[in-house]
């Protein structure tokens, strides 16, 4: 591994360092410890089955070829990538199952923006119950955002991190929106005292910026519509129904708010559930034989049919850079794979949930970069995935082979040579 010590506790690790390397290759397994949680329950119920492949993969047979040009393995990929964990499941079986020195299954791991994800999934489930109005203004459920850049954007908006707010996720700026974000939340205000500190630099509904305040405030709208904080909605709505075997941590500031913009740790066993329940198209089976809806079909398709105003949103981004022909729904990514478009849930230091609706497979890698963002680390971890695909249902890549109805003329969804690009997440 690129650190193949074991990872132990520093004695000078605390709130404000510790993703910081080298106190993240322990920090990361154990979160606690470092900052107060509240639990996100597992429930009574039995546990999702994770059955073994019968023929398991074999990651140092797997070719990928990298974004510099030369061709390794996936076990080349994780070892070049300070990977905690890696796991596959395809068809609902587990193909490969990997933890770093002091890491393992029953440990949670911090997964930080891949929360955003869980987070949209309660607002959807909260959308298909009517407890939130997706065109309403975020100032209805949230007053104290009335006199914020937030006044008048839609929940819609939150969803598709579309609003007109100013904020800036960049974490190399020492004064930028997500350095702010990290003092107030250690600070004794906490999360809901910044907020509505925030400006506005243009209309909402504009093209797609990728920013965790805007999933801040779909906590908020959450909680305030349904009366429950959003530990208990997690749990409620997803975690216990969808089978988790254990569970889940969230992050909370001073106040006890949860940070709903990166602050969950779990398993990457349960990791491999969530995603399986986002392959199955938001259901399980129950134990009569029968399948039990968790999230709403509905909104999940809709996360994946991509339109015209989508793509438009995502290409005048950033982040079409490092997805080129992507797109980003309801707290979700989406990227043009080489099997077919690819649901991705991140967080940075190399948190990923790789969902390929194609190949029925789910990827979990959890890790520990030493820097936020790497975008060659990146590139590597989601070649390598798709190369897992590949292997495991011998499928022929399909390359930019269609284009979505919808999609405005002349917009491309891929077809030129993959490059890194910018890190987005």
């Known amino acids: 591994m690129s650190d193949a010590t074991t990872p132990t506790r520093y004695a000078r690790v605390s709130a404000a360092n510790w993703l910081e390397a080298p106190y993240n290759r322990w920090s990361m397994w154990h979160v606690r410890e470092i900052s107060p949680t509240k639990v996100v329950s597992h429930g009574a119920g039995p546990a999702l089955p994770l059955p073994d492949r019968a023929q398991p993969l074999d990651l140092d047979r797997v070719e990928v070829a990298r974004v510099d040009g030369s061709v390794g393995t996936v076990r080349d990929v994780l070892d070049d990538t300070f990977t905690d964990a890696f796991a596959v499941l395809q068809d609902g079986e587990v193909a490969d199952e990997w933890y770093a020195e002091g890491g393992g299954p029953d440990l949670v791991h911090a997964v930080l923006s891949v929360t955003k994800s869980l987070v949209g999934c309660v ?13 309403a ?36 700026d020492p004064i930028g929106g997500i350095r702010q974000l990290g003092e107030w939340l250690l600070g004794e205000q906490g999360l809901y005292a910044f907020l509505p500190t925030l400006g506005a630099e243009r209309p909402h509904g504009g093209h797609f910026l990728y920013r965790s305040s805007e999933t801040d405030v779909l906590g908020w709208v959450c909680e305030r519509a349904s009366g429950s904080l959003m530990a208990d909605l997690i749990g409620e709505l997803v975690w216990a129904p969808m089978g988790a075997s254990d569970d889940a941590e969230i992050m909370v500031d001073r106040t006890g708010t949860a940070v709903h913009d990166g602050g969950l740790s779990a398993t990457a066993r349960d990791l491999l559930r969530f995603g399986q329940l986002l392959l199955t198209g938001g259901s399980v089976p129950d134990p009569e034989g029968g399948v039990r809806e968790v999230l709403p ?16 949103a995502f290409v005048e981004s950033p982040a079409e850079q490092t997805f080129p022909g992507g797109w980003y729904r309801n707290q979700f990514w989406f990227r043009v794979g080489e099997y077919g478009d690819v649901l991705l849930c991140m967080g940075i230091h190399g948190q990923l949930v790789y969902v390929s609706r194609r190949t029925r497979t789910v990827c979990v890698k959890l890790s520990s970069w030493p820097d936020a963002q790497n975008p060659a680390y990146l ?17 022929t890549p399909t390359g930019d082979i269609h284009r979505l109805p919808g999609v405005v003329s002349g917009l491309s969804r891929g077809g030129t040579a993959r490059r890194p690009g910018p890190s987005v997440i």
């Open 123 to 135: 607002a959807g489930i909260l959308l298909d119950r009517g407890v939130l109005d997706e065109d």
């Open 379 to 395: 590139q590597d971890t989601l070649r390598a995935c798709d190369a897992v695909s590949g292997a495991l249902t011998r499928q």
């Open 137 to 172: 203004p975020v100032e209805q459920y949230v007053p104290e955002l009335a006199p914020s850049g937030y006044a008048g954007a839609s929940v819609r908006h939150l969803l598709d991190m579309r609003s007109g707010a100013l904020f800036l996720e960049d974490y190399t």
């Open 297 to 312: 079909p509905r909104w999940l398709r809709q996360a994946w049919a991509v339109d015209a105003d989508v793509r438009s």
